[in-house]
């Protein structure tokens, strides 16, 4: 019993208001941005005939082909670097930091970033990425390199240490939750039946923090996919993914072309997720 | 190997991982609030060219072309209204999927629609929908439109999180005292969630303070703060910007220790009896 | 003589706190030992040193007379038994009693029979598929043990194992686990706060206070003759009385209290005029209206009787406020009335002076 009756008709009217409101301002563009890719003819409006030609033409351009490929790599090679930086990190936290002070302090620095504007972090690395950059008058100051690297600033690999620090937490998240709901008991039941350390992590450990791997994977493969933002200020105009190809098709008023890059988008993200969530069949972990 | 000495080694390993990353995260925020402080020939790097609060006095005695008060003020509207509806929907939404009504399943995957969903899509395909229907984007209408469907979710969350930890008996004990459901509704539960519910209007502030993909499609002319920044960031990059940047990001901070202290109060306050 | 296990001046601090202070003790081959104390008294950091799993500030832990302090429990020759018997989710019953097995290297077709045996044994081989989630606690507790004993360990190592059970499943458990201890010789360390458990079960019984061990001995002996106050007030049933020596003749010492002076055997004991002292006496050997010949007696008044069937147990006050219990045969037609004046007594064999 509560101040709610199950399935009762106020529980509907509640949901009512919310529901509209994320069908129309998620849902709906979604379907509109769908069918504008569909749309033959130069005219912005319904009555334009439904055609394929806007994707023929988009995977026609092989440079378009190479920009989702290049999209792909990139963003699975920052799975793979914020996946093992965060596991790293969630395990230290959880199972290695023995004081709750300390676990806390440690755990604040790591997620109080995570709450601040993104825009400004990434502004942020500017400074520190050019050429008269903080890192350059580092290396250059320990005698590393005699001259400045220009590889930081308007790179992938200013780029991607950008991304890094913006999505690690993403990736580690769901693996700190995991990890902290798994009972000290069992590594000490692993040990007692002879299961050496690194046993104990393969067989009991990594397993049961496998959701959470996916989860916080499937996190920052949604970001990195779609972050244009991080690409556009650290990259300049040298650097383009599939998102910012969205942005340059419709700031020149390329509505259709726009919309397509969008629904491909949409799609890789789709089947990304969905071959995450089959690669690892939760209900068959450790058997 | 000694087993012990391994143990110990594994630790100072990942201790160095952990530490070494917090550094790398925190570092730009430090240097860009240091830089902040340089003196007027400052430029965007070391070294700092003296220390002064020239870049704060810029922000305060703008000229027209990067004022950015009036995208502050429009900024901190939009957030409080956001906020406002953020609180009121996820306030009825949780409630509504207490009472597990038929589809509350896909309601819920719905409102997680709403954070997977990347802003970028979301903001374009907004902008297609204003103009299919005729209608002009502004900050105080499409952009709002927009930006709640990104807080509310969110603020969701928080309130099913503390609705998990509410214990419904507290409204048995009342109901069996004979007030009838609003009435508990009004007398007993929500004060008891009212710190969460504050939570949740926090973080819709900042989340909406901070928005800029779905703005940048749906704000039209008048800007917001971030899509400011960002122009200007076009332009050219200044220490103004990292001024701004500062205290955007103190800003932030302030909510967020709020935000913490409101939900550990409550934390405290909603074990009944004890 | 070959000890199982063989513990040595233990001692293990947490910052100020010291949880095991000079505990040392030695099981014999194929021993049923209970270790036995409130919550906090150190005897399961105890257990959990013999297991590796805390490191001991000092002494020494032997196992079948191999020193094993310095090493890790994943090279020590033991099984444990957790309370919550923490078996691993992800895995199914046969792979999780097999997994010990596996840790050891054995061939697989070599594992699996064996794992089917064990399971049969323990009559758990119809969830052989199934995950302990969807295993009741009974069953649950099964698997933890078979998963325990299928490596046959020297030592069994059990951390409260039946306080997750259902009341009613105690029993029945605790007579198999007994059994099945019997039956394998291997030694179990069983720790508990709970008397039935201790004494139904061990051979060896070892009460815990306050990190340190106040006595060990046989159920007999502990219920018999308590060695110190706290053990006389731990166990069930006594009436404890704190006071000096006031003379000793003979066989025989009188102690002085705040209720009164009584005549106490001296047992074994060397006790000195002006000494502290303290000696019990069971409630069953008190006695209402005591005959002439006996000289402990004391004027008390009954507070409220319990009934419990078997037994009819009168709480009384003495002089100085502390409450006394005198138990009765329940059959029999009670002795006294509730919320009156009683004198009672005791023969003076009946008196048990501690140290």
Partial sequence: ?287 | MHWRTRSRLMTALLGTLTVGFLLYQWLPVFTLGLLSFSGPTGGTTFPMNGVSLHWYRELIEASIMNDFKPPFGRSVLLAAACSVVTCVLAVASAQAMRGRFRGHNLFFYLLLLGIMAPGLLVGFGVAIMGRLLGIEPAWNTTAFFVQVSWTLPFGFLVMLAIFNRFDSRLEEAALTLGANRITTFRRITLPIVLPGVIGAALFGFTLSYDEFPRTMFTSGADMTLPLAVMAQLDRELTPELYAIGTATTLLSLVAILACTLILVSLRRTARPGS | MEYDLEIVALRKKYGGFTAVDDVSLRVGKGQFVCLLGPSGCGKTTTLRCVAGLEEPDEGDILIGGRNVTQDPPWERDIAMMFQDFALFPHMTVEKQVGFGLEMRKWPALKRDKRVAEVLKAFEIDRFANRKPGSLSGGQRQRVALARAMITEPRLLLLDEPIGALDYSLRETVMIELKTLQRRTGISFIWVTHDQNEAFSLGDLVVVMNHAKIEQQGTPEEILQRPRTPFVAGFVQGNNVFHGKVEDVRGAEARIGTASGSFVVPVLDLKPQPGQAASFSVRAERLRPAPPEGWPNRLATSCRTVEYFGSVRRYILERPDGEVMKLDQFGAEPAFLMAEGAAEIGWPTEAGVLHG
């Fill in chain 1, 1 to 287: 019993m509560s101040t709610i009756r199950p399935r009762s008709l106020p529980a509907y009217l509640l949901a009512l208001p919310a529901g509209l409101w994320m069908f129309g301002a998620v849902v709906m563009p979604a379907l509109l941005i769908l069918w504008v890719s569909l749309w033959g003819g130069t005219a912005f409006g319904p009555g334009n005939p439904i055609t394929l030609a806007n994707y023929e033409r988009f995977f026609a351009n092989a440079s378009y082909r190479g920009l989702i490929a290049n999209t792909f790599l990139h963003t699975l090679m920052l799975m793979a670097i914020t996946g093992v930086l965060g596991y790293g990190i969630a395990y230290f936290l959880v199972m290695k930091v023995r004081s709750r002070a300390w676990r806390t302090a440690l755990f604040l620095a790591f997620i109080i970033p995570f709450w601040t504007s993104a825009l400004i972090r990434a502004i942020a690395w500017v400074p520190f990425l050019g050429v008269n950059g903080v890192i350059n008058q580092a290396l250059m100051g320990l005698g590393i390199t005699e001259r400045p690297i220009e590889i930081f600033l308007y790179s992938r690999t200013g780029i991607s240490m950008a991304q890094v620090s913006l999505y690690t937490l993403m990736a580690s998240g769901p693996v700190v939750y995991m990890l902290a709901q798994i009972p000290p008991s069992l590594r000490e039941a692993a040990m007692t039946l002879k299961a050496p350390p690194g046993v104990v992590f393969r067989r009991v450990i990594f397993p049961l923090t496998l959701p959470g791997v996916v989860i916080g994977q499937v996190l920052v493969f949604l970001s990195v996919m779609a972050d244009f933002a991080t690409v556009q200020w650290i990259g300049g105009n040298k650097i383009a993914l599939l998102p910012n190809l969205i942005l340059n098709f419709y700031e020149g008023a390329q509505l259709r072309a726009a919309a397509v890059v969008s629904v491909v988008l949409m799609a890789c993200m789709l089947v990304g997720t969905f071959i995450a969530m089959r690669v690892v069949d939760i209900r068959k972990l450790g058997t």
